[in-house]
């Protein structure tokens, strides 16, 4: 099991950058898929990205593509999204998940169906 906590949400104005964190305990963090979503009020639960244990695939949701970049550092258990040219649209709360990959299998997951452990989340605000 992996425990979660994400970090470095804020208010910002339309245009600055922020870059979250989410700190991981537990071993098997280098080996999980890992995503960041998102839960504006009065919204589903949305995909932003997501990066294989490796680090060598990663994916993005239309809505970011371009905006936000997603990396792991596994030997400091931490995933980071980082986020630039932020917009008031960009408001919500920010979650960072987790699950195991599956043997041989080297991409990454779409759905917040998919995984198995979950952050608390960080509230990032933008404004106009």
């Known amino acids: 099991q992996v425990q979660l906590v994400e970090s470095g949400g804020g208010l910002v104005q339309a245009g600055d950058s922020l870059r979250l964190s989410c700190a991981a305990s537990?071993?098997?963090?280098?080996?999980?898929?890992m995503g960041w979503f998102r839960q504006a009020p009065g919204k589903e639960r949305e995909f932003l990205a997501a990066?294989?244990?490796?680090?060598?695939?990663?994916n993005y949701a239309d809505s970011v593509q371009g905006r936000f970049t997603i990396s792991r550092d596994n030997i400091k258990n931490t995933l980071y999204l980082q986020m630039n040219s932020l917009k008031p649209e960009d408001t919500a709360v920010y979650y960072c998940a987790g699950r195991p990959t599956p043997r041989y299998y080297s991409g990454t997951y779409y759905s917040e169906r998919d995984y198995n452990y979950w952050g608390q989340g960080t509230q990032v605000t933008v404004s106009s």
């Open positions: 990066i294989s244990w490796s680090g060598g695939s990663t």
């Open positions: 537990g071993r098997t963090f280098s080996s999980s898929v």
